[in-house]
């Protein structure tokens, strides 16, 4: 951690630049940007390792105004503090850069040794918050184990005078859990936060801490418990709270022992009212207290007692649900119900240190995400790269597609897909997600991972058919996946992009082919091959229909993708692409005709030349503070007359390269092999 | 002639130059430096395109150099003519342009005759 800090320095003026480096050059390692589309290239590709921005005002290309408010947008703002240097003394000036969220303004001309004081205490500033982000973690990582450890001892004891195995606490505990975080997903009737359910869930381990007070004879006795005996043991929950609410006064209010307290006390009520010791009924028992006991007779039931042998799961599931254990919650039925298909396999998987793992992982992360705390570490800032990077995915509509990040393992939906598995569209730590689980069972997983493990980047996508527990159901699907591999010499495997398909819906239409080798998978288009099989068949239904065929070409591709860097090009194609989906008419064949192209087939009504013009009209403005320019050139048909593919796509070709460079838009009518310039 | 002399020649302060940078050889380094500033040039030919913006830009630019450098006579006269450009073209502008053609020459001048003096 003890590299050099570094400074970008972005000014139009190599005599200003060089003054900052010499001032700041001994401390810091310095690079340097000539305008604003330059010093954006750098953020955009090696951000992470950008710790200041030094900024000036006026520059060609993008200005620094310019530039802060596509920090603000990208968010980048919130990693890399950006100090300005401008000779604008105006307040307007300095108020705006403020507004747009610089850490400091220095006005020229500045003293030397003021600039690398500001430097220095912004440098420190950042680095002090960046540390305090990973203390707190590291405290609550600490207290969470402590507390963990504490707790499980004590309720071990308890177990062990019990006689019963140390597995039960755990169970309870697993199983509480998975009931908690299914239950808030079919129900806001009770208002449960992740902290509760940790807090829930932990408490949960107390619950029988007042049979600590039981005569052993009594609670180790093989056989049935007289109604004396009964009463004796039925004492432990009352006891059990007492016990909590008898601690000094300093920790009875802890939000710990408070729900510690519940469940002790009302882990035998009964919904009915059935139960002990208070009677209680309905949610008159507290939703900690409802699911423990639930939790408490499935682990009774599959346990082996003295005076019983173990029940298997499904059995005791079946008991539970056909209410011959006494009366639940409805919603606590229906929770069970869920999960009972995965609830064996997931208790056999628990073991106390994955889940004490999983659980601070869980609050690390919800730390992480809370937006007072600047997310500063670097796989979050990757995290907000690809998030951008496969934002246009998500946006793809009616498809369920994913994609997912390996390192920090997180698995993003498309809003369609999330929608359809009842999921959140983004989920991190995919493997830990139970919902996720239930709706893939282990057989189906590794086989995905087998069929992804056969990839290398030379041979990156692969199909996998399986079953899924979609829309309430088992249905056949086959699975596309993409691996997605780093640039490095030794390609590293960073993540995969797919797609799911469900193969009823695959078989009732015509006929679905592969789609990675239809598709371009940077913009989702058809590529060029599929298009033409497209447009052959169109023209073949109706060969003397009115037809056009446009090649649109962004312009300075090249240029634009060399100075703002290789991912600017690749999010400017899905921007294009996105536009023209957006304006397409059901019939209409969008593709991917080259590296800087797209090709759109259409049939038209009236004119051939309205459809260019909209073309020209749904791209026309800036993309990222940059305008964008396109060419588009068109050859059509007019109803009546014969169409081919070929001559169409050839003469738009040609009309295209023809053009010079301040036209726009050019049509020509095929018939006429001249070409009838309709322009 | 010392730097401090150079400085009177070219209508700057010194004084005001040394408290802002730490030492004399990094102001003499940037004072050299100056002699390779391209942005007068961009100026010059700015103008007589009438291209107001390019324009703006490299007065902004000497201007600020100006200002890090203390050649305070240069400042004032890039000054104006930047706040001239600011909003667009304006026909002051070439007549603006003159006193900073004069005060660029005699700076140059100025560093030159210091230049020579000192080897460097």
Same mark, same amino acid.
């Given at each position: 951690?003890?590299?050099?800090?570094? !400074?970008? &320095?972005?000014?139009? $003026?190599? @005599?200003?630049?060089?003054?900052? *480096?010499?001032? %700041? #050059?001994?401390?810091?390692? =310095?690079?340097?940007?000539?305008?604003?589309?330059?010093?954006?290239?750098?953020?955009?590709?090696?951000?992470?390792?950008?710790?200041?921005?030094?900024?000036?005002?006026?520059?060609?290309?993008?200005?620094?105004?310019?530039?802060?408010?596509?920090?603000?947008?990208?968010?980048?703002?919130?990693?890399?503090?950006? !100090?300005? &240097?401008?000779?604008? $003394?105006? @307040?307007?000036?300095?108020?705006? *850069?403020?507004? %747009? #969220?610089?850490?400091?303004? =220095?006005?020229?001309?500045?003293?030397?040794?003021?600039?690398?004081?500001?430097?220095?205490?912004?440098?420190?500033?950042?680095?002090?918050?960046?540390?305090?982000?990973?203390?707190?973690?590291?405290?609550?990582?600490?207290?969470?184990?402590?507390?963990?450890?504490?707790?499980n001892i004590l309720s071990h004891i308890v177990e062990f005078r019990n006689g019963e195995s140390g597995q039960h606490v755990l169970h309870i505990h697993m199983l509480t859990e998975l009931m908690l975080k299914h239950l808030i997903t079919i129900t806001d009737k009770y208002p449960l936060n992740n902290a509760d359910i940790a807090l829930i869930t932990t408490a949960s381990a107390l619950h029988d801490v007042g049979k600590i007070s039981i005569p052993a004879e009594v609670i180790n006795k093989p056989g049935r418990f007289t109604p004396e005996e009964f009463a004796i043991m039925k004492t432990h929950s009352a006891i059990g709270a007492e016990m909590l609410r008898q601690l000094p006064a300093e920790y009875a209010e802890e939000p710990l022992v408070k729900t510690a307290y519940e469940i002790c006390r009302w882990h035998h009520e009964r919904y009915d009212g059935r139960g002990y010791p208070d009677g209680l009924k309905g949610d008159e028992i507290p939703i900690s207290a409802q699911i423990v006991a639930l939790a408490d007779v499935y682990d009774a039931l599959t346990s082996e007692r003295v005076y019983k042998k173990a029940f298997s799961h499904e059995v005791a599931v079946d008991m539970i649900l056909d209410g011959q254990c006494g009366t639940f919650n409805p919603l606590l039925m229906q929770c069970l119900r869920d999960i009972a298909p995965t609830l064996q396999q997931k208790l056999k998987n628990a073991t106390e240190e994955s889940r004490t793992e999983s659980r601070i992982e869980a609050i690390s992360m919800e730390v992480m995400r809370r937006s007072e705390l600047s997310v500063s570490s670097h796989p979050m800032r990757m995290l907000e790269r690809e998030r951008l990077k496969y934002g246009f995915y998500r946006t793809v509509a009616g498809e369920l597609w994913f994609d997912y990040s390996r390192a920090p393992s997180m698995l993003t939906l498309s809003p369609y897909g999330a929608s359809l598995l009842g999921l959140d569209e983004v989920i991190v730590n995919p493997g830990q997600n139970?919902?996720?689980?239930?709706?893939?069972?282990?057989?189906?997983?590794?086989?995905?991972?087998?069929?992804?493990?056969?990839?290398?980047?030379?041979?990156?996508?692969?199909?996998?058919?399986?079953?899924?527990?979609?829309?309430?159901?088992?249905?056949?699907?086959?699975?596309?996946?993409?691996?997605?591999?780093?640039?490095?010499?030794?390609?590293?495997?960073?993540?995969?992009?797919?797609?799911?398909?469900?193969?009823?819906?695959?078989?009732?239409?015509?006929?679905?082919?592969?789609?990675?080798?239809?598709?371009?998978?940077?913009?989702?288009?058809y590529n060029r091959h599929a298009a033409e099989v497209r447009i052959h068949e169109h023209i073949e239904m109706n060969p003397h229909g009115s037809f056009g065929l446009a090649l649109v070409r962004i312009e300075n591709y090249a240029v634009l993708n060399e100075s703002y860097g290789g991912e600017f090009g690749g999010r400017l194609l899905r921007y294009v692409a996105e536009r023209l989906r957006l304006g397409a008419r059901g019939g209409d064949i969008l593709a991917q005709a080259g590296d800087d192209s797209f090709l759109v087939f259409f049939e038209y009504r009236r004119s051939a030349l309205h459809v260019a013009e909209w073309i020209l009209t749904s791209l026309e403005g800036f993309y990222e503070d940059i305008p964008l320019a396109v060419k588009v050139g068109m050859a059509y048909t007019n109803a009546g007359e014969p169409a081919n593919y070929a001559v169409l796509l050839a003469t738009a070709e040609r009309t295209l390269e023809g053009m010079d460079t301040a036209e726009q838009l050019c049509c020509v009518h095929v018939e006429n092999t001249e070409g009838e310039d309709d322009k | 002639m010392s730097l401090q002399t150079c400085y009177e020649a070219l209508g700057g302060s010194y004084d005001a130059v040394r408290q802002r940078l730490p030492s004399d050889r990094m102001v003499q380094k940037f004072v050299l430096k100056f002699l390779n500033e391209g942005s007068y040039d961009d100026l010059v030919r700015a103008i007589e395109a009438k291209d107001a913006e390019t324009a703006f830009r490299a007065a902004h630019t000497i201007k600020g150099v100006c200002l890090n450098l203390s050649f305070d006579k240069l400042h004032d006269s890039s000054d104006a003519l930047c706040e001239a450009l600011r909003h667009g073209w304006t026909d002051e502008a070439p007549k603006l342009l003159e006193p900073v053609r004069e005060d660029y020459e005699r700076t140059i001048a100025a560093i030159r005759a210091f230049a020579a003096e000192t080897g460097a």
């Open positions: 951690m003890n590299r050099r800090k570094k !400074i970008l &320095i972005a000014d139009d $003026s190599e @005599m200003n630049r060089e003054i900052l *480096a010499e001032i %700041l #050059g001994e401390e810091y390692e =310095i690079i340097e940007a000539e305008n604003g589309a330059e010093a954006v290239a750098v953020l955009q590709s090696n951000r992470a390792e950008i710790d200041m921005l030094l900024l000036d005002y006026v520059m060609p290309e993008m200005d620094g105004f310019q530039v802060l408010e596509l920090m603000n947008r990208q968010r980048w703002i919130e990693d890399i503090p950006v !100090i300005m &240097i401008s000779a604008e $003394s105006s @307040m307007t000036y300095v108020e705006q *850069a403020y507004e %747009l #969220g610089v850490v400091d303004f =220095i006005k020229r001309p500045f003293e030397a040794l003021v600039v690398q004081r500001r430097v220095a205490n912004t440098m420190l500033l950042y680095a002090k918050q960046k540390k305090l982000t990973d203390m707190i973690i590291e405290q609550i990582y600490e207290n969470e184990k402590q507390s963990s450890l504490m707790i139970e919902q996720l689980r239930s709706h893939i069972d282990e057989d189906t997983l590794q086989g995905l991972v087998r069929a992804l493990r056969s990839c290398t980047r030379d041979n990156p996508a692969v199909e996998y058919d399986c079953l899924l527990n979609l829309d309430g159901g088992e249905h056949e699907v086959r699975v596309l996946l993409r691996t997605v591999w780093s640039d490095d010499e030794e390609p590293r495997y960073v993540g995969v992009i797919g797609k799911v398909i469900d193969r009823a819906e695959e078989d009732s239409g015509s006929e679905m082919p592969d789609w990675m080798n239809t598709h371009d998978l940077q913009t989702g288009l | -």
